[in-house]
């Protein structure tokens, strides 16, 4: 029998490790008016791995700046709240699940594919004149209840997966047929607890079924997911892809013109995010 | 014809030279565009985290090795797709795919 159901779900998330101590503040406070960037710089540098990480994805070719971004009130003049403040979401994730941790899940293969569908969302937004940093935080976490499940209900995962292999199916298909529920609702309910903005908790949990009113980033990370599977960036759990929903296309107007426009550029800038994935200092 | 090739570190090999600056987790350029690759320099961008890279294909691919290519990529997408034949938008984003993928091997 499976430990995790969905009665049981949310009393099991609220004995789950927060985030570090730093970030639960941040995260608190970022959608305050009186934030101030001395306040939060100021927050940041009490997290040696924080920071590491901060800097290493400003310094990542998304932003693109001429010249290194050395220090944390280097990448708070250049970036602003905003960024940051997606940043920050970003970082304390990865910091939470680090690529390069071993428990049985091909941590940096999951990673590869989270950034690439951040990278996805974050070109698709552009084209459409969307919040392209919320769409690259919201892409990278899209998955991040499977790293929950993984991490913290091994035995459960462990369940998943076999009736993955024995079904061919998608990990999400596997994960409803033996738990009832899957990673979409853990992972938002995981993000809401950890207090990540609400557009991308929404996303989280929509991005493999779209309700017949979403947000445009929920339907944006929907279809980076299916984009990053078709040019095989990383690896999600499985080796199959989901149906694109076509109204999240149609609602975008997205056609397939400008997603053939986008796969190029997606491609590059995937070339060059492997600097993600090191293991941040401190 | 020279083309670009987007890889994976692990398909890398030594004499293949880089078609895009890499740079570390500071920011600062690691390889430039034009490195030739060597035994060493590989070995040292697995252990930097280096995922990806974009080479220079050497020299033009023969006709046979374009064929084989071009299988190679359909039979991935036919494998990623495998339970999508009834699905008219996703034969469509198949195609988009494919011919996106085959591209750089014209």
């Known amino acids: 029998m499976p430990s995790l159901n969905l009665n049981n779900l949310d009393q099991k998330i609220l004995q789950l490790p927060t985030l570090s101590v730093v970030v639960t503040r941040l995260l608190e406070l970022l959608g305050h008016e009186d934030l101030t960037m001395v306040n939060l710089m100021s927050m940041v540098s009490e997290d040696q791995a924080l920071a590491a990480r901060i800097l290493q994805i400003a310094n990542s070719p998304f932003y693109g700046f001429s010249r290194h971004v050395g220090s944390l009130q280097d990448a708070g003049t250049l970036l602003g709240i905003h960024t940051l403040g997606n940043i920050i979401t970003a970082a304390g994730v990865m910091n939470h699940f680090p690529p390069n941790s071993d428990d049985g899940f091909d941590r940096l293969s999951f990673w ?4 690439g569908v951040g990278i996805c969302a974050r070109v698709l937004a552009r084209h459409k004149g969307l919040d392209i940093e919320m769409a690259f935080t919201a892409g990278l976490l899209h998955d991040m209840g499977k790293l929950v499940l993984a991490s913290y209900f091994a035995d459960d995962f462990a369940a998943v997966l076999v009736w993955r292999d024995e079904h061919n199916c998608l990990l999400h298909d596997a994960e409803q047929a033996v738990l009832g529920l899957n990673h979409t609702l853990i992972g938002a309910r995981v993000a809401q607890r950890w207090r990540l903005p609400e557009p991308v908790v929404n996303a989280i949990q929509y991005h493999h079924s779209l309700p017949e009113i979403a947000t445009p980033l929920s339907e944006l990370v929907h279809i980076a997911d299916i984009l990053a599977r078709g040019l095989d960036i990383g690896h999600g759990g499985d080796d199959l892809i989901p ?3 076509t109204r999240a296309l149609q609602r975008l107007s997205l056609d ?3 997603i053939r426009a986008c796969l ?9 995010a492997g600097v993600l994935l090191k293991q941040g200092k401190g | 014809m020279k083309d670009k090739q987007h890889i994976k570190l692990e398909q890398a090999e030594p004499d293949m030279t880089l078609a895009q600056d890499l740079l ?3 920011g600062h350029c690691l390889m430039a565009t034009g490195t030739l690759l060597t035994g060493d320099t590989l070995a040292s961008l697995q252990r930097r985290g280096i995922c990806n890279l974009v080479v220079w294909g050497t020299e033009a691919l023969s006709p046979q090795e ?4 071009r299988i190679a990529v359909q039979a991935q997408l036919d494998q990623r797709f495998r339970q999508m034949e009834q ?6 984003l198949k195609a988009v795919l494919l011919a996106h993928r085959l591209e750089g091997l014209e």
């Open chain 1, 112 to 115: 590869q594919h989270a950034i």
């Open chain 1, 256 to 258: 397939w013109q400008t």
């Open chain 2, 24 to 26: 570390d987790t500071e």
């Open chain 2, 87 to 92: 699905e008219p938008t996703m034969q469509t």
């Open chain 1, 243 to 245: 149906v694109l929903q």
């Open chain 1, 264 to 272: 190029g550029e997606i491609e590059d800038l995937n070339a060059a």
């Open chain 2, 66 to 69: 374009i064929a084989e290519q």
